[in-house]
Each structure stands twice: as C-alpha cells, then as structure tokens.
C-alpha cells in the first residue's frame, strides 16, 4: 500500500517562507512524477508545480520565481519551496504522486491528505 504524507504546512506572514515536504512509503517499484497541488476555499484544486523523474519542472504562473520543487530520489520525497508568499497563497496543499506499486501492473496516481498554509499579518 502506497502512502503520501505532507508536512510543513502552517501559518505564515506575507513575504514569509514555509517548506513542504511530501515522502512516499510502502510497496514502490517506481516513481514516475511528482508534484503539488493547491485548494482554495471555494476554488478548483490547481497545479501549483511538477517534475519528472527525469528532472523536468512546471510551474503555475502565480508562483514561478517564488516557489521551487525538488526531488530527493533516495529519500522517496518532494520538497516545495516558498517564499515571498502571498495571502493569496492560502490554501491546502496536496502532493500527487505517480507510482507504480510493486504489486501493480501500471502506475497509479496517489494523493496526500493535504497540508494547509496559511498567509496572514
């Protein structure tokens, strides 16, 4: 059974930092992308940013030149790096993963349960 847990949520005043960590556990055979994802009150879950296992990033446009993804492949995990953050922000913030279980045929989309972030004075 594959597991995505977030952590590093919080709250955090404008142009402050936070750093989210997602690592994935249990039976994996392969790690294919992974990313974050964001929901808003009252707004559609969003990509915030992405990358492949071989190393290709994409970024919402909110947030290109202030938040960074990255991958440490031997620790099964992924990191996003925020700064200058906005109260816009606000939200909770997803990992998604595509892993193939060993047990699997195909890879598989998994999700975490969310981590929230706060932006407020």
């Known amino acids: 059974q594959v597991q995505l847990v977030e952590s590093g949520g919080g709250l955090v005043q404008p142009g402050g930092s936070l750093r989210l960590s997602c690592a994935a556990s249990?039976?994996?055979?392969?790690?294919?992308?992974m990313g974050w994802y964001r929901q808003a009150p009252g707004k559609q879950r969003e990509l915030v940013a992405h990358?492949?296992?071989?190393?290709?990033?994409n970024y919402a446009d909110s947030v290109k030149g202030r938040f960074t993804i990255s991958r440490d492949n031997a620790k099964n995990t992924v990191y996003l790096q925020m700064n200058s953050l906005k109260p816009e922000d606000t939200a909770v913030y997803y990992c998604?993963?595509?892993?193939?279980?060993?047990?699997?045929?195909?890879?598989?989309?998994?999700w975490g349960k969310g981590t929230l972030v706060t932006v407020s004075s």
């Open positions: 249990g039976s994996i055979s392969r790690i294919n992308a």
């Open positions: 990358k492949t296992s071989g190393g290709s990033t």
């Open positions: 998604n993963a595509d892993i193939k279980d060993r047990s699997a045929y195909y890879a598989m989309i998994y």
